[in-house]
């Protein structure tokens, strides 16, 4: 869903990251702010002081996403529920869970915490308005209000039943509770998200037609996101519950495509690369895996280097990124490719290699199971 992610701090422990399109966000909330907003509902000032109150304004909205997130996350840790850290991207940002809550109670103050979050900041945020107001000097005090009632808006809109928002999780825990089917809960609040996706597109369309541009073109593509935000939310929803109790056993080759360390680059490159188009190759001696090598181990070298170097030269020692147990849940195999971008890991039983699981298969084996079973 996203792009490339910047690290920036750890907060409490929680990795704080920011997608490049985030970039975009702070330039546009910037520009609006410095030459719309602020101008219209605060009279008076300079435009050099309206372009900080607008850069204010942006920096403002970044530490109000980032205490919405947090929230999420705190209550998510109390629960032990695995969090991956937050990443603020274009749309706002997001609090990435590793697995879904095991439970509508766990579902329901996770989603809760961030709406929560927000009305308190906002309402911190209103009392240090009129505390302030006489002694800061008033752009000041217009961007401390202005950020007031910027957090309730993001409450009330995050409270919308409108799935993967925080009012659709909260929708999906009481359905959950009644029904007691997550796979079924999932389905109807992610029917929901899709239709307030497709009334925030027509709304940007009707708006863009009307000659407001701008506005148009955040209500469309705040539209599609959350529309196809709800649709891969329920998708994965269907996969945990296919793949639910399969093993990595069941689903790898047990005769893969290994290497010597003994033979050159060049021959590597031509009988191995070339010939089964993999990124990545265990290396292996009698039945010991001795390590990996990739693509990327070769691109280190001239060409010229390629007969005069061995495979073992460039050999790296295997890790949790790519190797998993014959015993490993098929669901933390795909979770694993998934966060790694690793199409093919490594079956290892103490240091010998087993077989090869592959993204193919699992994909087929899912795509067999619900032709067969129907989603359910």
């Known amino acids: 869903m996203f792009g490339k992610k910047i690290p920036l701090f750890n907060l409490f422990g929680f990795k704080v990251q920011i997608d490049v399109s985030w970039f975009i966000l702070a330039i546009l909330i910037t520009w609006s702010l410095a030459k719309g907003v602020f101008p219209h509902f605060f009279e008076g000032f300079s435009n050099v002081t309206y372009w900080w109150m607008g850069a204010a304004g942006a920096v403002g909205l970044f530490v109000s996403i980032v205490f919405h997130e947090f929230c999420h996350s705190i209550v998510a840790r109390q629960y032990g529920l695995p969090m991956k850290g937050i990443t603020l991207f274009i749309f706002g940002g997001v609090a990435e869970m590793e697995t879904e809550p095991e439970s509508p109670k766990v579902e329901f103050l996770m989603a809760a915490a961030g709406p929560v979050s927000s009305m308190l900041l906002a309402g911190i945020l209103f009392v240090t308005y009129y505390v302030t107001k006489t002694v800061f000097a008033k752009p000041a005090s217009s961007v401390i209000v202005y950020l007031a009632g910027l957090n309730l808006l993001l409450a009330a809109f995050n409270l919308i039943p409108a799935f993967p928002l925080d009012g659709g999780r909260i929708l999906r825990s009481i359905l959950w509770g009644v029904k007691h089917n997550l796979q079924w809960a999932t389905r109807v609040a992610s029917m929901l998200g899709n239709g307030f996706g497709i009334f925030l597109i027509v709304m940007g369309i009707f708006s863009f037609i009307r000659g407001n541009f701008v506005g148009g073109l955040w209500w469309f593509l705040i539209g599609m996101f959350i529309k196809s935000a709800s649709q891969i939310s329920y998708r994965q929803v269907v996969v945990r519950h296919v793949l639910a109790g399969e093993h990595v056993r069941r689903f790898m080759r047990d005769d893969p495509v290994t ?114 079973e129907g989603e359910k």
Request: overall charge negative; some cysteine; glycine content about 4%.
């Open 259 to 372: 290497v010597s360390p003994a033979i050159a680059i060049s021959e590597l490159v031509e009988d191995y690369f070339y010939k089964y188009h993999y990124k990545m190759f265990p290396v292996v001696q009698g039945d010991r895996l001795i390590g990996c090598i990739t693509s990327r181990h070769i691109k280190q070298l001239s060409r010229d280097e390629w007969e005069q170097t061995s495979t073992q030269r460039l050999t790296e020692q295997c890790t949790d990124e790519n190797t998993v147990s014959p015993d490993t849940e098929a669901i933390d195999a795909l979770a694993l490719m998934n966060r790694t971008g690793n199409s093919r890991l490594l079956v290892v039983d103490g240091d010998r290699l087993v077989g090869i699981v592959t993204l193919k298969d699992l994909l087929k084996f899912l795509a067999m199971k619900i032709d067969l």
